[in-house]
């Protein structure tokens, strides 16, 4: 008997955005003045017609567990959704209904990697892809991206072996804001064939694109249904990051896998959020427009200021609500009263303590010499934030 911890539990980081914020609350309890930009969700209210039908589902009493994947009216919706939006046709139980895209890429990652099994990861990466596959049992490959945030497909030639199971991408994409152009898609899909991998398609900020950039979704191209395992959900499309409620899509045996996994920790996602998705879904879709729009002003915005700091370099914010810019200038330079500063952690430290400003270093995304941006928030607090981190990164000696 022992009542040391798992050794499993060793390897696992806290999520950095997590730690972040609990250092953000405490300054503000200290009556600091702290702007941030580290949170991950829009600013919007969910939509008032989402709401109506998730206090109708209560008044209703569709308050009691549901099936392991899902009820069949959002499994039908989330049919049509893919079906007219990404041009491919699923079959119910091709679809699982999930706590969350977070709780849904983790069951497919439990679906098909076990000890031993390797997933490759492109870097910068979504903080928590590495730790869900650790803690699934498998092992996390991290390959480098080219500069400009696009795929480098010989580096994950070179990286695939006898153990490799899946490639694991988001499009748009947290933390670059890249968008994967289609020939890279479709490159990417002659790859996964060719070695006979998974690609796990986390596509939740589909929505969220700006200008000519289009989403392009890996399971529609001929032939890759059965290999893609999709993964979406309503946290950042409809404002829904409370409702805990997202899904996977995929091969059959695939999907009740990871229904396995939901069956055993969670029973089903929660009922109320389900029926609210199905207004989400199958009703008005203005306000997803109108957000995108305030986004799209927003990122011109953001793109604008940060390009005009000399020493950022911020490449075209593509999609999602997130810049990530290259600060490497800014680094073994002497600031006042602070002392030479050496990395991006350091940098964001000192951004947070001395000019009351919260954002996340690249390190958490395994990309050190970056800094990464929300722009969930409102232009006012854009504007009071951006002149904060101006202020800081100039206060260096030369
Ligand atoms: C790339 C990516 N995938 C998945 C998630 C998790 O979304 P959900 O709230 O649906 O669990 C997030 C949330 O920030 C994300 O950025």
């Given at each position: 008997m022992s009542t040391s911890l798992s050794a499993r539990m060793s390897t696992l980081r806290v999520s950095p955005t997590t730690a972040l914020f609990a250092r953000v609350e405490e300054l503000r309890r200290q009556g600091e003045d702290i702007v941030s930009l580290n949170v991950g969700e829009p600013d919007f209210p969910t939509p008032e017609n989402i709401k109506e039908a998730g206090i109708k589902a209560i008044n209703e009493n569709f308050t009691k567990y549901t099936s392991g994947n899902g009820i069949m009216p959002l499994r039908e919706?989330?049919?049509?959704?893919?079906?007219?939006?990404?041009?491919?046709?699923?079959?119910?139980?091709?679809?699982?209904?999930?706590?969350?895209?977070?709780?849904?890429?983790?069951?497919a990652l439990c679906a098909i990697a076990g000890e031993g099994d390797e997933v490759i990861v492109p870097i910068p990466c979504y903080?928590?892809?590495?730790?869900?596959?650790?803690?699934?049992?498998?092992?996390?490959?991290?390959?480098?991206?080219?500069?400009?945030?696009?795929?480098?497909?010989?580096?994950?030639?070179?990286?695939?072996?006898?153990?490799?199971?899946?490639?694991?991408i988001c499009t748009p994409d947290n933390p670059t804001g890249k968008v994967y152009a289609e020939d890279e898609l479709r490159a990417l899909a002659?790859?996964?064939?060719?070695?006979?991998?998974?690609?796990?398609?986390?596509?939740?900020?589909?929505?969220?694109?700006?200008?000519?950039?289009?989403?392009?979704?890996?399971?529609?191209i001929e032939g890759m249904k059965d290999r893609v395992i999709l993964v979406n959900?309503?946290?950042?499309?409809?404002?829904?990051?409370?409702?805990?409620?997202?899904?996977?899509?995929?091969?059959?045996?695939?999907?009740?896998?990871?229904?396995?996994?939901?069956?055993q920790t969670t029973?089903?996602?929660?009922?109320?959020?389900?029926?609210?998705?199905?207004?989400?879904?199958?009703?008005?879709?203005?306000?997803?427009?109108?957000?995108?729009?305030?986004?799209?002003?927003?990122?011109?915005?953001?793109?604008?200021?940060?390009?005009?700091?000399?020493?950022v370099i911020c490449h075209e914010i593509q999609g999602a609500f997130y810049a990530f810019?290259?600060?490497?200038?800014?680094?073994?330079?002497?600031?006042?009263?602070?002392g030479t500063i050496n990395d991006d952690t350091e940098l964001c430290t000192y951004l947070l303590e001395k000019h009351h400003v919260a954002v996340m270093p690249g390190s958490a995304y395994f990309a050190p010499g970056f800094v990464r941006i929300s722009f969930a928030s409102s232009m006012e607090v854009l504007k009071m934030a951006i002149d904060r981190i101006e202020t800081g990164l100039k206060a260096h000696k030369c």
């Open positions: 919706a989330i049919i049509e959704k893919l079906r007219s939006d990404n041009g491919v046709n699923y079959e119910a139980n091709e679809v699982a209904v999930m706590v969350g895209a977070k709780q849904a890429l983790f069951a903080v928590s892809y590495p730790d869900m596959i650790t803690l699934a049992g498998g092992k996390p490959v991290l390959v480098k991206r080219k500069d400009d945030f696009s795929l480098d497909l010989e580096a994950i030639e070179n990286a695939c072996n006898e153990h490799t199971k899946a490639v694991i002659e790859l996964a064939v060719r070695k006979d991998i998974f690609i796990i398609s986390d596509e939740i900020y589909e929505k969220i694109i700006f200008g000519a950039n289009r989403h392009f979704s890996l399971s529609s959900g309503f946290s950042k499309t409809y404002s829904m990051t409370g409702w805990r409620l997202g899904y996977v899509c995929g091969r059959k045996d695939v999907i009740a896998n990871a229904v396995k996994i939901q069956s029973t089903t996602p929660p009922s109320i959020s389900q029926y609210a998705a199905v207004e989400a879904l199958n009703g008005p879709q203005d306000s997803v427009r109108m957000m995108v729009e305030e986004f799209q002003k927003r990122k011109d915005y953001v793109q604008k200021r940060l390009g005009a700091i000399q020493g810019f290259d600060i490497r200038y800014f680094l073994g330079k002497e600031y006042e009263g602070i």
